[in-house]
């Protein structure tokens, strides 16, 4: 419920409120789990993170994704940064959409 609460205050801009509600979350010990995207590429799973580095490919699959968002701006894609609900500003939001886990994982099927 803390999470969803959060969520919900950042939604609406209220970044004071997602304040109190995050410090209450880490006064009772609760911890949000990072969400993943995972892959099967030759019968093996591969599981990615947001901002993910800890891949051995790591490289190839930031260079995939950095091709992919050239090929996509290119054809007119605007990212939709409302759907970040982190108080940073337009490129930080931009790039936090860039590399969600669930572009990793594409990328990295991709190569």
Not at 13 to 28: A, I, L, P, Q, T
Not at 65 to 85: A, F, N
Request: include cysteine; hydrophobic fraction near 35%; charge should be positive.
């Amino acid at each position: 419920p803390f999470v969803l609460l959060s969520n919900i205050y950042a939604a609406t801009g209220k970044w004071d409120n997602v304040s109190n509600v995050r410090k209450v979350m880490k006064d009772r010990g609760v911890k949000k789990k990072p969400g993943c995207s995972c892959i099967v590429v030759k019968k093996k799973v591969h599981k990615f993170v947001a901002r993910d580095t800890s891949h051995p490919q790591k490289e190839e699959i930031y260079a995939e994704l950095q091709k992919l968002s050239r090929q996509v701006e290119e054809e007119g894609y605007v990212p939709d940064t409302k759907v970040v609900l982190h108080d940073a500003g337009e490129v930080n939001k931009e790039h936090i959409l860039c590399y969600h886990s669930e572009k990793l994982a594409i990328a990295f099927g991709l190569i």
